[in-house]
């Protein structure tokens, strides 16, 4: 069955059901439906959140192969809450990008999914598009302004950094000219779009701790400057207020259940590669509040999600997980050793063997934060036992614990191995991450530091332009930011097409970006775009649905 049948084949229970296994009372629920409903935010409790146990799901560098970060992470939940222990999975909501483009929904897959799964990769709550219109709102106020003779601010349209943002996969909006059509339409001025996921707005809502927070994060976004050089924000345009209006239910979490009918909150979801990549703050700290063990997930691999997970979400957080799940799949090693896509389910241990140093690499750069970390191998019936062996005798020569992970086909019965192994990692963790760098350091430290420790890369190389925004940046005070390095998933590096393990490579920073409300810098590395493109022949082709109105074809 595809996912999409299995999803339809399991009985939802009521929403109100869920919330009882981790003792919400249903006056606390805010329905969407039968099947989803929001939870305040006073349901948040700082001491049951520094008793709970946050695990952390990341992985080895994508292929086109896949991993199953969100299947492992749901099923890892299922199989801790099957062993006795009150768990509950925490992810990021669904892009429409991505839905309809080439990667599919972000519900999990097989019998480690979350339900209801069309809703979660469609509109859900509507929690993305309250912020799409708080960004685009904060737009037009700007060209507002800069139309406006008698309330100007003096804003140079060739500074303003703001973009436009639309829940879709749209190239012919990254570079447009806004404003034509006379007096009556504005300054015309260059401008874009940004994906949904990549608005700051986004990160915003995934770092702030409360509305209060959130309004004043709003305020301090910065915009771009004045014909005389004074850096405006969205506090002198009064923005701000009305943004967090339009964002006051999607602050709120989102509960939905497993398959097999375990509590799940979804909330934000940003992207990893040009964005923090985690889940919100809020969502992470409410589902500590409920159970005894969370199970979380970061965007892509370790050298970006987990990354920023650590340095920037646990930092502002003040959390720490017990323990780090690094997911990886055979045929997705064996592709890092060079292996044609077309042949990954034949036996290959030359390739598996090339190809493993991407995993050496994610574990060296996670075990540099001080946390223990368990291999979850994602397991396909095409793997052969000796492939299964030999990775099992790396990881222990390593002295890493490794568990084969059979979510897809068997929910939370498959990770029962992971299960238990997560815990013992979790029970032998007595200390707090250590961050990969200081924010006392200087920004190209910073940026140094995760580069060569977590990428593996040897120098750093800045373009004038970089130089000059960077320069730009320090001098209004943003220094001691953390550091969102935005760069390509599919490479250790910034370049694409060097897989596995890259030796010796140079991380080129073509410019800078800043998102002073949400509270990081972002140096863009190599190609990197914060508007991605449909591919050849998109997701969206395959999908319709009947006379009935039962959709086909989402995954």
């Known amino acids: 069955m595809t996912d999409l049948e299995i999803a339809h084949k399991v009985?939802?229970?009521?929403?109100?059901?869920?919330?009882?296994?981790?003792?919400?009372?249903?006056?606390?629920?805010?329905y969407y439906g039968n099947e989803k409903a929001k939870l305040?935010?006073?349901?948040?409790?700082?001491?049951?959140?520094?008793?709970?146990?946050l695990i952390l799901v990341t992985a080895i560098t994508p292929t086109p192969a896949g991993e199953g970060k969100t299947t492992t992470s749901i099923g890892l939940s299922d199989g801790l809450n099957q062993i006795g222990k009150k768990s509950v999975v925490v992810l990021r909501e669904p892009s429409l990008g991505p839905v309809f483009g080439m990667k599919g929904g972000?519900?999990?897959?097989?019998?480690?999914?979350?339900?209801?799964?069309?809703?979660?990769n469609l509109h859900f709550t509507g929690d993305f598009h309250a912020i799409a219109m708080a960004n685009n709102l904060l737009a037009a106020l700007i060209d507002n302004n800069i139309q406006s003779k008698s309330r100007s601010l003096g804003i140079d349209p060739r500074t303003v950094i703001w973009k436009r943002c639309i829940d879709m996969n749209d190239r012919a909006l990254r570079n447009i000219i806004a404003a034509l059509g006379g007096k009556a339409g504005g300054v015309p001025r260059e401008t874009g779009f940004n994906i949904t996921a990549a608005s700051e707005i986004m990160a915003i809502l995934c770092l702030c701790k409360d509305l209060e927070s959130l309004q004043e994060m709003c305020g301090n976004i910065y915009i771009g400057d004045t014909f005389e050089g004074k850096a405006v924000f969205a506090k002198d345009l009064n923005a701000a207020g009305a943004m967090a209006v339009l964002l006051k239910d999607a602050i709120k979490p989102n509960l939905v259940q497993t398959l097999e009918n375990n509590p799940a909150i979804i909330h934000g979801g940003p992207f990893a590669n040009i964005a923090q990549g985690t889940n919100s703050i809020i969502a992470t700290k409410m589902a500590?509040?409920?159970g005894d063990y969370v199970v979380t997930e970061a965007g892509f691999a370790a050298d970006l999600g987990a990354e920023k997970f650590l340095n920037i979400k646990c930092r502002k957080a003040n959390l720490s997980p017990k323990a780090i799940v690094i997911v990886a799949t055979i045929r997705a090693l064996k592709y890092h050793g060079g292996k044609n896509?077309?042949?990954?389910?034949?036996?290959?241990?030359?390739?598996?063997?090339k190809g493993i140093p991407n995993l050496e690499r994610h574990i060296e750069s996670i075990k540099s934060f001080g946390l223990p970390v368990v291999v979850s191998v994602n397991t396909f019936k095409e793997d052969t036992k000796a492939e299964k062996e030999f990775i099992y005798a790396h990881c222990n020569k390593m002295g890493v614990p490794v568990a084969l992970s059979y979510g897809w086909a068997d929910g939370g019965k498959g990770c029962l191995e992971l299960a238990k192994k997560v815990v013992i990692a979790a029970e032998s963790c007595t200390n707090k991450f250590k961050p990969t760098y200081n924010l006392e350091d200087s920004t190209?430290?910073?940026?140094?530091?995760?580069?060569?420790?977590i990428y593996g890369a040897k120098n750093v190389l800045l373009s004038a332009k970089a130089k000059a925004q960077l320069?730009?940046?320090?001098?209004?005070?943003?220094?001691?930011?953390?550091?969102?390095?935005a760069k390509t998933q599919k490479s250790l590096s910034d370049n694409e097409k060097l897989l596995g393990r890259p030796e010796n490579f140079d991380i080129h920073i073509r410019e800078f970006e800043i998102a002073a409300g949400a509270g990081f810098l972002i140096p863009i590395a190599g190609n990197m775009l914060r508007m991605p493109g449909l591919p050849l022949t998109p997701s969206a082709e395959n999908i319709n649905m009947d006379s009935n109105g039962t959709i086909k074809g989402l995954f």
């Open 444 to 453: 190209l430290t910073k940026i140094e530091k995760i580069c060569k420790k």
């Open 106 to 120: 972000a519900a999990g897959g097989g019998w480690s999914q979350v339900i209801p799964m069309v809703d979660i």
């Open 40 to 53: 305040p935010l006073d349901l948040i409790d700082e001491k049951k959140v520094s008793n709970s146990n």
């Open 471 to 485: 320069k730009r940046f320090e001098n209004l005070g943003y220094g001691e930011l953390p550091i969102c390095m």
């Open 11 to 30: 009985d939802a229970a009521h929403i109100r059901e869920v919330a009882k296994k981790v003792e919400v009372s249903e006056e606390f629920l805010e």
């Open 288 to 290: 500590m509040s409920l």
């Open 341 to 353: 896509l077309e042949y990954l389910k034949e036996e290959d241990l030359e390739a598996l063997k």
